[in-house]
C-alpha cells in the first residue's frame, strides 16, 4: 500500500478545504482568534460528512505572496494546530501560497498535521503577475523535510497547475512521472481555473505516469460530476463546491459524497 493509502485508506478520499480569512499581516484580517472560530466551523461542517482529509490554505490573503511572511507561518501553524487537536476523525494538512512549500512544512510539522500539497513540484511554471518564473527545488523540499524530522509528512503535488504557464512541453503523463520519482506521494490534476474540473483524458493522462501513486482531482470537483470524475481519480481536493454564505455548507458536503458513492 502507498503511503497515501496507509494514510487515508484504500477508497478514494475526499479531502475538504478550508479557505481562511485574511491572516493578520493583512489589513482586512478580522484577528487570529476570529480566524480560529471561523475554522473550527468549517471543520465541524467537514467532519459531519464526513470527508476524509481537511486542507487548510490562507487563500484569502490578498494580493498572495510569492513567498510565506514570518506573521503568515506563525499565524498557520497556530490555526493548524488547534485544528489538529480539534479534528475527531480527518487527517489535517497544510498549503501555504504562493509558493513556499517549505513554509507548508514547517507549518504542518510543529503544527502535527498529516500533509501539504504544493501547486509547484518540478513543472517549470510562469505567473508573470507574481514576477514571473516559480520556484522548483523538489530535492530541497524533499531535504528540508528529513532535516525537520519529518518524514511521514505527505507531498500531495500537483502538475501543470491552473493559472500557470508551462515553460517547457511535456505531457501531463511526463509531468506526473517526474513528480513521482521526485517523491510525491500523489500528483494533483487541475483545470485550468478555480471551479473548472480537469477532463477525465487528463487524468488519464496523468496516471499513465503516476504509476503507483494516486491521482488526484484538485479542482472543479462537484455534486454534478463527482461520480464521473472519480471513476478517473483515486480521490479529490475540493474547495469551492462545498461553500455555502459565510463558510463550508454541511448540505453540500454531503451531496457531494452522495455523488462519490459514500
Known sequence: MTRFGRLFGSGKPIIGVIHLPPLPGYPASPGLEKVIEKAFGDLEALEAGPVDGVLVENEEDRPHRVEAARETIAAMTRVVRELVS???????????????????????????????????????????????????????????????????ILILADVQVKYARMLVERSLAESARLAREAGADAVVVTGTTTGEPPSLAELEDARQGAGEIPVLVGSGLSSSNASALLRGADGAIVGTSLKGEGGIDPEKVREILREAGR
Open 86 to 152: 480539534a479534528a475527531r476523525k480527518t487527517e489535517i494538512g497544510v498549503e501555504i501560497l504562493l509558493n513556499d512549500p517549505e513554509a507548508s512544512l514547517a507549518a504542518a510539522a510543529m503544527a502535527g498535521a498529516s500533509f501539504i500539497r504544493t501547486d509547484y513540484f518540478v513543472d517549470p511554471m510562469e505567473r508573470p503577475e507574481h514576477g514571473g518564473p516559480m520556484r522548483i527545488d523538489p530535492e530541497g523540499l524533499l531535504r528540508y523535510r528529513r532535516s525537520l524530522g519529518a518524514d511521514s
